[in-house]
């Protein structure tokens, strides 16, 4: 049960550095392969960015460059495919394909709706599989989405269904319609009680997005990095992060980086359990979540090191200092590199030291201004 809502302004950092010895079982291995076999799978860049280090005392600093992630604008399509993969496989009571999986769904899908709520990428991500599966899409979308991000998940060929109110909200007018249809089949990657399983494999499928960096770190002849910077909506990806860093090997500081309008995950951890915050306009629209997903609550409360919230100013020059780097962020992928400029004196970063910035959106996804 989530607690009553109270001011998102109550706190601004929260740090728990035994998290970094919890653990826990390591996500599905045969993520990666689906998205390999996937057409037109790269992996996304991990771009160094020297001027970065030098500002923030690192050695090294990275930037996963998620702006052209499969044809689409954000890392949200990894989760959304995985996660309509299983869905779909799971309705109709046959394997994960081995080889061709979008082929082998395409024979299944076109009887099917996809249902499901957004904040702008995720519910792109879940139109863009509807459109390559040939099923129909419903996407219910909160106050506050920019209209070009709007008018993308409607040129992937999805009904978009505008909600007079705030992300959660629009979660629950996506559950309802989707219960009142046989034939449709809720993606939605937040979670609540009897409603897990499905978001639980879209935060599987984030996991590729760490094997990637694994592999380009060394490659990079960086090693393991020290601190690890996740924009946070509902927690998911911070969720997949944990998993990643905390089932084995070397295990980094985990940084959960979120809006001063809507800092759900930080007031939650600051508080010791769920709780609902009240949300107010702010660039970052894909991170603009009142409620932390129940799924996700037990790995952030043990897993993650620390939490900041960062305003829309700090993430506007964020955002201008990384594309001076090559790497095209939008307000939330911008918002880890402010959240580590939010939180460097108390991260104490020295020449030893690589970061890893999630920038988890280009600057098409969630434009700043509308």
Not at 178 to 201: C, F, K, N
Request: hydrophobic share 50%; glycine share 10%; charged share 15%.
């Amino acid at each position: 049960m989530v607690a009553p809502a109270y001011p998102a302004s109550r706190t601004s950092w929260f740090s728990r550095p035994a998290a970094r010895e919890w653990r826990c079982p390591p996500a599905a291995r045969e993520v990666a392969a689906f998205h390999a076999a996937l057409p037109g799978y790269a992996p996304t860049p991990l771009v160094e960015m020297p001027a970065l280090a030098a500002g923030l005392g690192a050695g090294r600093v990275f930037v996963k460059d998620e702006s052209s992630r499969l044809g689409l604008p954000a890392f949200k399509i990894l989760g959304a495919s995985w996660g309509v993969c299983r869905a779909l496989c799971d309705r109709v009571g046959i394997p994960v394909p081995a080889a061709d999986p979008l082929g082998v769904l395409r024979a299944h899908a076109g009887t099917f709706r996809l249902v499901t709520a957004t904040d702008g990428n995720h519910g792109r991500a879940v139109a863009a599989m509807a459109r390559m599966l040939g099923a129909a899409a419903e996407v219910f979308v909160p106050d506050g989405v920019h209209p070009v991000a709007l008018a993308a998940i409607e040129a992937e060929g999805a009904r978009v269904v505008r909600v007079p109110g705030p992300y959660d909200e629009a979660v629950r007018r996506a559950a309802d319609r989707a219960a009142s249809e046989a034939t449709a089949l809720l993606v939605q990657d937040t979670s609540w009680p009897g409603y897990e399983r499905v978001p639980g494999w879209i935060v599987e499928g984030y996991s590729t997005l760490f094997t990637e960096i694994d592999r380009q770190l060394r490659s990079a002849g960086a090693g393991s990095p020290s601190v690890v910077a996740v924009p946070v909506g509902v927690g998911s990806l911070a969720q997949a992060a944990v998993i990643h860093y905390r089932s084995g090997g070397p295990a980094p500081a985990l940084l959960a980086v979120e809006p001063d309008a809507a800092p759900c995950v930080l007031a939650s951890l600051a508080a010791d359990r769920p709780v609902t915050v009240e949300t107010g306009p702010t660039a970052m629209a894909g991170l603009n979540c009142a409620t932390p997903s129940a799924l996700a609550w037990p790995y952030l409360r043990s897993g993650v090191d620390a939490a900041v919230c960062v305003a829309d100013e700090d993430v506007a020059a964020a955002a201008r200092d990384l594309a001076d780097g090559g790497v095209p962020a939008g307000p939330c992928g911008a918002a880890s590199l402010a959240g580590v400029r939010a939180a460097a004196s108390r991260l104490a970063l020295g020449p030893a030291d690589t970061v890893v910035l999630l920038s988890t959106e280009g600057t098409a996804a969630n434009p700043a201004t509308a």
